[in-house]
């Protein structure tokens, strides 16, 4: 796929190493433009488009804020929520072959699917933009732009974030993509944080090193809470433990960001999560400033929204 020179090379959107930072700057700069949009009610620049989410996976914030963007855009959206079951999937049909029939009907494609790889396989396929709404444990690059969106609105800067990242780091495709993200700026700083069983994997901790980013691997949240800008928080991943109930037994409820952890954090460091979050943020963090999680998803509707008018 190879780093894009710049946002007119924007085509399949498969993997967070594609964006390099001035592409990311148009990017946000759009999505900026996009909130003042979505303020009054949305435009109608893309009455001739089509839109397929075709999720083999649930959703709630991807499907349904990929969706808003496209209508909020003039555009118009198929869908089908559960494609395991109601697509002809059920009947055997291949994912490229599902691809090669949608490219028939629609001009950009958002899919989800359980397989690593899966997002890539479509692209090979596919002449309209793929866009990887998370691939299994691989990536989820919307997820991260909407992530790095919402850490420079809050914090007011990448470069010499200190960032820890907390919870299912093995299986969770969120902070993978968002450290390759991140590894594109400068003097950044980030903390993982994990049960054993769910350290982050070595393709992305060799990244970091090739790009000469520091990082530690850490078990105690405590030490670190008081250190850092953002603490981006997971939910342990149960369906992707199949039968290993035992090991995720072992691993959930391991670290909790309550009030007491709001007590050992800067003033203006933020509390983020990909969501959806279980009993790992304790809702009475909810309430307090910091706490940027629903503003985060928010963030999600803006910045997809000015994906697709890149895209299209
Ligand atoms: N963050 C995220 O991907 O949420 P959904 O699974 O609800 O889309």
Do not use: W
């Not at 950009?108 to 933009?129: D, F, M, N, T, Y």
């Not at 850092?228 to 928080?233: A, F």
């Not at 992707?240 to 007590?263: K, M, P, T």
């Amino acid at each position: 796929m190879g780093n894009l020179a710049n946002a007119a090379k924007l085509h399949h959107v498969i993997e967070a190493q594609q964006f390099d930072v001035p592409t990311l700057a148009r990017l946000f700069e759009q999505a900026g433009e996009m909130e003042k949009i979505a303020a009054r009610g949305g435009v109608n620049d893309y009455s001739n488009r089509v839109m397929a989410t075709l999720f083999y996976e649930p959703s709630t914030r991807t499907r349904f804020s990929f969706e808003t963007a496209m209508l909020r855009l003039g555009g118009r959206v198929i869908s089908t929520e559960n494609a395991a079951a109601f697509s002809s999937a059920a009947k055997g049909e291949t994912l490229e072959d599902t691809i090669r029939i949608l490219n028939g009907y629609v001009d950009v494609i958002v899919l989800r699917h359980s397989e690593v790889g899966s997002a890539r396989r479509a692209a090979a396929v596919s002449k309209a933009p793929i866009i990887n709404a998370g691939d299994g444990a691989g990536q989820h690059p919307t997820q991260a732009l909407l992530d790095l969106y919402t850490i420079r609105k809050e914090i007011g800067a990448l470069d010499g974030l200190r960032i820890a990242m907390v919870g299912d780091l093995a299986q969770g495709r969120t902070v993978r993509s968002l450290a390759y993200l991140l590894s594109k700026f400068k003097d950044v700083r980030m903390y993982f944080i994990s049960p054993d069983l769910l350290r982050m994997k070595e393709d992305i901790l060799d990244h970091l090193r090739e790009h000469g980013v520091r990082f530690t691997e850490e078990t105690d949240l405590e030490r670190v809470l008081p250190e850092v800008d953002v603490v981006y928080q997971t939910r342990i991943q149960k369906e992707r433990f199949g039968d290993r109930i035992a090991d995720y037994e072992q691993c959930h409820g391991v670290y909790v960001i309550n009030a007491g952890s709001l007590r050992l954090m800067k003033p203006r460091a933020i509390v983020m999560h990909p969501l959806p979050r279980l009993d790992e943020i304790a809702p009475e963090v909810d309430g307090d400033p910091r706490a940027a999680y629903f503003r985060q998803a928010l963030n999600g509707l803006y910045v997809r929204m000015a994906l697709l008018s890149f895209l299209l």
